[in-house]
């Protein structure tokens, strides 16, 4: 009640509201102002630059050194509170602790403000009893007033903290239990056929006879050029430093192949480590909404996982605020799927992998620290890039991760069906084609070498009756000869050409004009039957052609336009899309430039063997001879591939036909012709209803 009297008293006195008037008119002059700015920079409290709101940094963290400034505009002095020893710690931590943080330091934040809390409670009690109620001075009641202002700002203090923290720590709100996991063991993958034994099995000899057993989830290597049973691989122990808690000691031998599960050979990496980010204000999950500007591959190879996060972000950024939550006690739970509609909730540390100088060595992101988070909890979940169900090892490893396709991560990640499908070529069945096409043109040439250079010697052996016959003969000879000759000369070549020919087609890119560059090149023109037999099979009257035309054309063949339709229909129905380039994209025209982040060969702007996200098509109205594209990021964040022409680069989202040569590009998302894809990339992956 004395309390409640005392407060009653403040709020309704001239006195107090006069005098509380003429402290903030003194706290707000210029001089006292300029005075505090001048002890705020001695003092080291000036608060640091913040940028405007709306800005990249969004949401703005409130700056601590901003709570101080109530003291100044309420003209707070130690003299007014002199016999207050709360007041005194108060009033100390508020000038001497807490505007000394930076606002990314939460815990240490929110201990002081409770500690701050309750000195200002112990000093309103301590000055309501020194008060004299109902009777008391205008000091009493302005200290009163001030005690009542310094909880409500706490409090205020308090519930901003709280609400930054909401802003970044993601909004999962895990259904049922979680799964604790462990952090997966710092390793890479090395040379070396490995494998996981998927259940406890039995080890034979070369005669089937049982050598011992071993246990689910450990590691082992394969010897893939032992072939002496057939259906069963020959496997001895990892090396126990790369195996580690998944390592056995068993005597080599043989055991089913369909009891091992594949995966890379993989060695911990001894300069790499953990370190703690569970502050969620300085390492926050989601320091702004999810961009695919956050998602930054590292010295992983796990391209396939990274590629399906942009696609999902692309599709929508606020999925993985969904599916993620700092639990502000040094864990993240994740929400995953383990087959579509079926989620389940992981908990990891909240660690990360650095390298000697701390800079993070796998997936990373700019400012915010969902996506190493996120790959984390999907390597120590057993999840990786080459089968659904996750690896019953024993430890998981970053190494093992190495690899794969996006259909894999795109289930796990969405809960959703996904699959992938071959971007056929169709250049193998093209060179059987023309065999089968140009066979019976070599059956009739050998048929006519035969029968022109039979009758050459039938003729021989006739007598001439006179002068005259043996003119006619000698001339009906030569002429069998000829014709024997011609039928040799193209029966002879002809065997050579196709094997040429076949090579030339296999190559990366081979256009139709590359292809009658090539036959011209041999000698053949359109008045052979060789050329015209070959070009009937590419590009056949009546129905599209199975080769493209040169780059830039906007001349498209059959396996181009099934290749585009599918992407087409895939993203207006709003599916996730990714590809994957083929391993081999170097021939005599790409000549590799480097390699990547895990080794991937680089050429021109591309990468082999690496998984790309599928963002956008253009023209979205296709007429006959448009040039064709397609949008693709890189998940390194970093290095695609432009077109250039006398030194300009080729805008290639106008449609219109262009001519131009591949190169590189720093720059990580980019067009690329829809030739250009079907010939350097092999597979797509995508979610489907």
Same mark, same amino acid.
């Given at each position: 009640?004395?309390?409640?009297?005392?407060?009653?008293?403040?709020?309704?006195?001239?006195?107090?509201?006069?005098?509380?008037?003429?402290?903030?008119?003194?706290?707000?002059?210029?001089?006292?102002?300029?005075?505090?700015?001048?002890?705020?920079?001695?003092?080291?409290?000036?608060?640091?630059?913040?940028?405007?709101?709306?800005?990249?940094?969004?949401?703005?963290?409130?700056?601590?050194?901003?709570?101080?400034?109530?003291?100044?505009?309420?003209?707070?002095?130690?003299?007014?509170?002199?016999?207050?020893?709360?007041?005194?710690?108060?009033?100390?931590?508020?000038?001497?602790?807490?505007?000394?943080?930076?606002?990314?330091?939460?815990?240490?934040?929110?201990?002081?403000?409770?500690?701050?809390?309750?000195?200002?409670?112990?000093?309103?009690?301590?000055?309501?009893?020194?008060?004299?109620?109902?009777?008391?001075?205008?000091?009493?009641?302005?200290?009163?007033?001030?005690?009542?202002?310094?909880?409500?700002?706490?409090?205020?203090?308090?519930?901003?903290?709280?609400?930054?923290?909401?802003?970044?720590?993601?909004?999962?709100?895990?259904?049922?239990?979680?799964?604790?996991?462990?952090?997966?063991?710092?390793?890479?993958?090395?040379?070396?056929?490995?494998?996981?034994?998927?259940?406890?099995?039995?080890?034979?000899?070369?005669?089937?006879?049982?050598?011992?057993?071993?246990?689910?989830?450990?590691?082992?290597?394969?010897?893939?050029?032992?072939?002496?049973?057939?259906?069963?691989?020959?496997?001895?122990?990892?090396?126990?430093?790369?195996?580690?808690?998944?390592?056995?000691?068993?005597?080599?031998?043989?055991?089913?192949?369909?009891?091992?599960?594949?995966?890379?050979?993989?060695?911990?990496?001894?300069?790499?480590?953990?370190?703690?980010?569970?502050?969620?204000?300085?390492?926050?999950?989601?320091?702004?909404?999810?961009?695919?500007?956050?998602?930054?591959?590292?010295?992983?190879?796990?391209?396939?996982?990274?590629?399906?996060?942009?696609?999902?972000?692309?599709?929508?950024?606020?999925?993985?605020?969904?599916?993620?939550?700092?639990?502000?006690?040094?864990?993240?739970?994740?929400?995953?799927?383990?087959?579509?509609?079926?989620?389940?909730?992981?908990?990891?540390?909240?660690?990360?992998?650095?390298?000697?100088?701390?800079?993070?060595?796998?997936?990373?992101?700019?400012? $915010?620290?969902?996506?190493?988070?996120?790959?984390?909890?999907?390597?120590?979940?057993?999840?990786?890039?080459?089968?659904?169900?996750?690896?019953?090892?024993?430890?998981?490893?970053?190494?093992?991760?190495?690899?794969?396709?996006?259909?894999?991560?795109?289930?796990?990640?969405?809960?959703?069906?996904?699959?992938?499908?071959?971007?056929?070529?169709?250049?193998?069945?093209?060179?059987?084609?023309?065999?089968?096409?140009?066979?019976?043109?070599?059956?009739?040439?050998?048929?006519?070498?035969?029968?022109?250079?039979?009758?050459?010697?039938?003729?021989?052996?006739?007598?001439?009756?006179?002068?005259?016959?043996?003119?006619?003969?000698?001339?009906?000879?030569?002429?069998?000869?000829?014709?024997?000759?011609?039928?040799?000369?193209?029966?002879?070549?002809?065997?050579?050409?196709?094997?040429?020919?076949?090579?030339?087609?296999?190559?990366?890119?081979?256009?139709?004009?590359?292809?009658?560059?090539?036959?011209?090149?041999?000698?053949?023109?359109?008045?052979?039957?060789?050329?015209?037999?070959?070009?009937?099979?590419?590009?056949?009257?009546?129905?599209?052609?199975?080769?493209?035309?040169?780059?830039?054309?906007?001349?498209?063949?059959?396996?181009?336009?099934?290749?585009?339709?599918?992407?087409?229909?895939?993203?207006?129905?709003?599916?996730?899309?990714?590809?994957?380039?083929?391993?081999?994209?170097?021939?005599?025209?790409?000549?590799?430039?480097?390699?990547?982040?895990?080794?991937?060969?680089?050429?021109?702007?591309?990468?082999?063997?690496?998984?790309?996200?599928?963002?956008?098509?253009?023209?979205?109205?296709?007429?006959?001879?448009?040039?064709? $594209?397609?949008?693709?990021?890189?998940?390194?964040?970093?290095?695609?591939?432009?077109?250039?022409?006398?030194?300009?680069?080729?805008?290639?989202?106008?449609?219109?036909?262009?001519?131009?040569?591949?190169?590189?590009?720093?720059?990580?998302?980019?067009?690329?012709?829809?030739?250009?894809?079907?010939?350097?990339?092999?597979?797509?992956?995508?979610?489907?209803?």
């Amino acid at each position: 009640m004395r309390l409640q009297a005392l407060q009653a008293l403040a709020e309704e006195s001239p006195q107090v509201r006069q005098a509380a008037r003429l402290h903030a008119r003194i706290a707000a002059s210029p001089r006292m102002m300029a005075l505090q700015q001048r002890v705020e920079r001695l003092a080291g409290t000036v608060p640091p630059f913040r940028p405007e709101p709306g800005s990249e940094q969004a949401p703005v963290q409130r700056v601590p050194a901003d709570f101080a400034r109530f003291l100044q505009q309420k003209g707070f002095s130690y003299g007014m509170f002199e016999s207050f020893s709360d007041w005194a710690y108060l009033v100390h931590a508020i000038k001497e602790k807490y505007t000394r943080l930076t606002p990314e330091e939460y815990e240490a934040r929110k201990t002081l403000i409770g500690q701050m809390l309750g000195w200002a409670i112990a000093a309103e009690k301590d000055i309501a009893e020194k008060v004299v109620v109902p009777q008391p001075d205008a000091a009493d009641l302005i200290r009163f007033g001030l005690i009542k202002d310094v909880q409500t700002q706490l409090l205020k203090e308090e519930a901003s903290l709280q609400e930054e923290v909401k802003a970044v720590k993601g909004s999962l709100v895990p259904q049922g239990g979680s799964t604790n996991l462990v952090d997966p063991r710092i390793t890479r993958k090395i040379e070396g056929a490995g494998a996981i034994v998927k259940d406890d099995v039995d080890v034979v000899d070369g005669k089937q006879a049982r050598l011992g057993r071993v246990k689910k989830g450990t590691a082992v290597r394969r010897d893939i050029t032992d072939t002496t049973l057939k259906g069963y691989d020959k496997i001895e122990p990892e090396d126990p430093t790369s195996a580690g808690a998944n390592f056995q000691d068993f005597k080599p031998g043989y055991v089913p192949e369909h009891m091992l599960i594949q995966v890379k050979r993989v060695a911990p990496q001894k300069d790499l480590q953990y370190v703690d980010v569970r502050d969620p204000l300085r390492y926050p999950l989601f320091k702004k909404p999810p961009s695919l500007d956050d998602i930054k591959q590292g010295q992983l190879g796990d391209c396939y996982l990274l590629a399906a996060v942009a696609g999902i972000v692309r599709n929508d950024p606020t999925h993985f605020v969904d599916h993620m939550v700092d639990n502000l006690n040094g864990t993240v739970t994740v929400k995953l799927y383990s087959a579509p509609g079926q989620p389940v909730y992981y908990t990891v540390k909240k660690t990360l992998v650095v390298d000697k100088n701390n800079y993070l060595e796998f997936a990373a992101s700019a400012g $915010s620290f969902w996506v190493p988070i996120l790959e984390k909890a999907y390597i120590a979940a057993g999840y990786f890039g080459t089968r659904e169900e996750p690896l019953p090892a024993r430890e998981q490893s970053y190494g093992v991760a190495e690899g794969g396709e996006g259909a894999i991560p795109l289930i796990h990640l969405t809960g959703r069906k996904a699959k992938s499908r071959q971007i056929a070529t169709g250049r193998s069945e093209l060179i059987e084609k023309i065999r089968e096409n140009v066979s019976s043109l070599l059956k009739e040439k050998q048929q006519d070498f035969r029968l022109w250079d039979e009758k050459a010697a039938t003729t021989r052996k006739l007598q001439p009756q006179d002068s005259q016959h043996a003119t006619e003969l000698k001339s009906q000879i030569e002429d069998y000869e000829r014709r024997a000759e011609e039928a040799l000369q193209v029966y002879g070549p002809l065997t050579r050409l196709l094997g040429e020919l076949g090579s030339m087609i296999e190559t990366l890119y081979f256009s139709t004009t590359d292809l009658k560059t090539f036959l011209e090149e041999q000698g053949l023109t359109p008045k052979h039957d060789v050329y015209r037999r070959i070009m009937d099979v590419v590009v056949p009257e009546q129905a599209p052609s199975e080769l493209p035309g040169s780059l830039g054309s906007g001349q498209y063949g059959v396996h181009e336009m099934d290749t585009i339709a599918f992407i087409v229909e895939s993203l207006n129905a709003g599916e996730i899309v990714t590809v994957g380039t083929r391993e081999a994209i170097t021939d005599p025209q790409n000549i590799s430039q480097g390699v990547g982040k895990a080794g991937e060969v680089m050429v021109k702007g591309l990468a082999g063997g690496h998984e790309y996200t599928v963002l956008d098509y253009t023209p979205k109205e296709y007429k006959r001879g448009a040039t064709v $594209s397609v949008k693709l990021r890189n998940p390194w964040g970093e290095y695609g591939r432009k077109y250039v022409h006398k030194d300009q680069e080729v805008n290639v989202e106008t449609g219109a036909p262009w001519e131009g040569e591949r190169e590189a590009q720093n720059e990580g998302t980019f067009w690329i012709d829809l030739a250009d894809l079907v010939a350097y990339f092999k597979l797509i992956s995508y979610t489907h209803p």
